[in-house]
């Protein structure tokens, strides 16, 4: 199943997908970048997520994705790149994220100095859509590069170099978690240049689809207790209990995948689960959920009997 068909089977608005083929159609993509066009192996589940991000992107917006760990930001971003066709350039945001990270640095090439273009340059010229992870981790000296990038007028001026306005197709992606280590508040400027959307923490129905789309063979009651152990925790974290660190999907995933292959269940749980936090106090917590659930004796072949 493509992309565009599985908006379709989410029942998204037929005139949304119309303008989506338009705008593909409206804007090609240069054959030397089209290995930059995204190809998800999954696809993210939410009618009304997928609607809103959609309109705001054919509205020349930029979108921020703001919600708690597990929620499927980072997949709703890759998502949104191969819905549109467009070439991505990522920026994860950490201490050492500057002005030249993103726009570029000065660099000698063939007895003369040129710029290395940065990810917002790059993405600025070709019309691709720039994914900005934990934007809330940006430290000054690249927020004045991104106020510059967001604004309405769509041009970004480099010192020493040209004037760079923005192809029509180009659009930011934030994506936030207030939950880590490191974050901080945005600043009003910088948030009123996104359309924000808050990405509602995973529920039980959600997580079950996904999982079983990812694992189409699993025993489904089985399946129900490794759901059931993920819904523990973030009930746990939300009360304050437990960090949301053993609160991991793609911990979750990658445990039944070494489960598939033959794995012990309580081994690769241990791996993607509990090992992810380091408390002692907070691991023993974790360990006793997981005992409710999933049996010492268990066997891989109890999860997955037909492989």
């Not at 549109?84 to 994220?97: A, D, E």
């Not at 197709?169 to 207030?178: E, L, V």
């Not at 789309?213 to 437990?242: S, W």
């Amino acid at each position: 199943m493509n992309i565009l068909d599985n908006l379709k089977e989410q029942g998204v608005s037929e005139s949304l997908i119309k303008d989506i083929e338009y705008f593909r159609k409206e804007y090609d993509v240069k054959d030397e970048l089209k290995e930059r066009v995204t190809k998800s192996p999954a696809f993210f589940i939410g009618k009304d997520i997928l609607e809103m991000c959609i309109t705001g992107i054919l509205e020349e917006e930029n979108i921020l994705l703001s919600g708690p760990k597990a929620t499927g930001k980072n997949l709703l971003s890759d998502n949104l790149s191969e819905i549109f066709g467009r070439p991505q350039w990522n920026t994860s945001f950490h201490i050492n994220t500057d002005s030249a990270s993103l726009i570029g640095t000065d660099t000698f090439i063939d007895n003369e100095v040129k710029l290395r273009r940065g990810s917002v340059y790059e993405c600025a010229v070709n019309g691709g859509f720039g994914i900005f992870d934990e934007i809330n981790m940006a430290k000054n000296d690249a927020i004045v590069v991104l106020h510059s990038a967001l604004d309405y007028r769509r041009v970004i001026d480099v010192p020493g170099y040209e004037r760079i306005k923005l192809h029509p197709a180009t659009r930011f992606i934030g994506t936030m978690n207030y939950e880590y280590a490191g974050t901080k508040e945005l600043n009003e400027a910088l948030v009123s240049r996104f359309l924000v959307i808050d990405i509602p923490a995973v529920d039980e129905e959600k997580l079950k689809m996904i999982l079983k789309r990812e694992f189409p063979t699993v025993d489904e009651e089985k399946l129900l207790q490794f759901i059931g152990i993920f819904m523990d925790l973030q009930l746990k974290a939300e009360n304050g209990e437990i960090s949301t660190k053993a609160i991991d999907l793609r911990g979750m995933i990658g445990a039944l995948k070494t489960i598939k292959r033959g794995l012990k269940p309580t081994l690769a749980i241990n791996m993607g689960i509990t090992g992810k936090t380091f408390d002692i106090y907070e691991k023993e917590m974790v360990s006793d959920i997981i005992r409710t659930r999933i049996p010492e004796g268990w066997e891989s072949f109890d999860i997955f009997p037909n492989d």
